[in-house]
């Protein structure tokens, strides 16, 4: 951490050697013309979070019997779902989902 913060700064290893921290310091200039470059990578990481949520979500409120009140033999029932963002264009356009509710393991 220390070689990297001083090459960060300039006062470490210098170039042609390579290090993390002077390779941040050079990409610092590309992120700044570039700043797509950095918020890219974490679409991945938001849409992984974001499912994560939703299953434990789901999880709590079937455990709850928040969704599973609806009907004693599924835990979830959707139809025609539609998903459209404010810029119109339709993501999801009439999709149905069914989960019953399983009561144990197949001994």
């Known amino acids: 951490m220390i070689e990297t913060s001083l090459s960060f700064l300039g006062l470490g290893v210098q170039p042609p050697n390579a290090s993390w921290g002077l390779m941040l310091n050079e ?5 700044l013309q570039y700043p797509y470059l950095a918020v890219f990578p974490v679409w991945p990481s938001l849409w992984g979070a974001g499912f994560n949520l939703l299953g434990d979500g789901l999880t709590t409120s079937s455990s709850e019997g928040g969704l599973a009140a609806m009907a004693e033999d599924k835990l979830i029932d959707i139809q025609n779902l539609t998903i ?16 019953e509710k399983v009561n144990s393991w197949a001994s």
């Open 27 to 31: 990409a610092q200039t590309a992120f």
């Open 84 to 99: 459209r963002p404010k810029s119109g264009r339709i993501l999801v356009n009439n999709i149905s989902l069914d989960m």
